[in-house]
């Protein structure tokens, strides 16, 4: 027997985007519920499991979590990287990692939803309208307005589009940004500085790494514009909480659009709650039903494939 587990499925979706019965002699259990931080709590729950499916970085699995799971032998991720994985680890303990392929354009419209619902003050009009009120929203229009891009990759790149649809200037940076790559999109190559300070609206589009980290802070929230707006679907360590905290909370930035966090899933006490000028959704930018049947069907392909002792999509091969 085959004993799967699937980790983090908060929406009970996983059973029904994939045929798991097809699996020769699996027996399949779902953990709907984040399974927390505790590591030896975690081994416990997951002893008796030899196949893990993971959703990205939701638990993560570092080499001091695999060293305690002494029955796995296959780790399945979503997406063919993540970085909450010690591949090395797992590859050292004799555990496979294979991973699946993703859809690249969730997060870019996520990050265009947050934009809207943001300048059109969505949020204060649909609490307005089903509390018998009219009009209490105030927005602001984007033609003509600056659209900030930081990360011009594939999801940043699709992002500039939308704004330049909307008659938007769209200028962008990162690190190793090219005036080539600028050219390509159809956007202009700024300094950071010159970014922060004049954009109406900053997008983040960046991979999550050490140079990265910490790259939105105190200098940048200080740079913006009163009356500018920053979104947030990379993920959260890039945009410094307490900075931006500070920034909502003094009213430095018009708000902010969130769908990352440094902790998640985010306490449910967390500050950020409390903001009227942030709009805030749970990790969401990926998950839509399309993403969903791709990735669980692939990590189904990736379990039969390895019982038949041929892994596909294996990300710590030897």
Not at 45 to 54: C, E, G, Q, R, S
Not at 170 to 196: H, M, P, Y
Not at 221 to 239: D, E, Y
């Amino acid at each position: 027997m085959t004993r799967i587990a699937i980790l983090d499925d908060y929406q009970n979706k996983a059973l029904g985007a994939a045929d798991w019965d097809s699996i020769p002699g699996a027996d399949v259990t779902v953990f709907n519920e984040f399974l927390g931080h505790d590591e030896v709590e975690i081994a416990n729950t997951l002893a008796p499991f030899n196949v893990l499916i993971a959703m990205r970085e939701r638990t993560r699995f570092p080499a001091s979590q695999i060293e305690l799971l002494a029955n796995l032998e296959l780790l399945v991720t979503t997406g063919m990287r993540n970085l909450a994985i010690d591949m090395d680890a797992a590859r050292a303990q004799d555990v496979d990692v294979c991973g699946t392929d993703m859809l690249g354009y969730p997060a870019f419209e996520h990050a265009w939803a947050l934009i809207l619902a943001l300048v059109k003050e969505i949020p204060k009009e649909d609490r307005a309208m089903k509390a018998g009120g009219w009009q209490e929203g105030f927005g602001v229009g984007l033609n003509g307005k600056t659209l900030g891009v930081v990360g011009l990759g594939k999801l940043g790149a699709q992002a500039a589009k939308v704004g330049l649809a909307f008659g938007m200037d769209v200028i962008a940076w990162s690190q190793n940004l090219t005036d080539e790559r600028c050219t390509e999109v159809g956007v202009r190559r700024v300094t950071k500085e010159e970014l922060f300070s004049t954009a109406d609206v900053i997008t983040v589009h960046m991979i999550l790494s050490e140079r990265s980290t910490g790259l939105v802070g105190a200098t940048e929230f200080a740079q913006m514009k009163p009356s500018a707006f920053l979104v947030n679907t990379s993920r959260g360590p890039i945009v410094d909480e307490t900075a931006l905290i500070e920034a909502l909370e003094l009213q430095r930035i018009a708000g902010a659009g969130i769908d990352v966090y440094d902790v998640e899933p985010l306490p449910a006490d967390h500050a950020l709650r409390g903001f009227d000028n942030a709009v805030l959704t749970g990790h969401t930018g990926y998950v839509i039903s399309e993403l969903y049947d791709k990735v669980y069907g692939q990590a189904v392909e990736n379990v039969r494939a390895w019982l038949d002792g041929a892994p596909v999509r294996l990300l710590n091969g030897e």
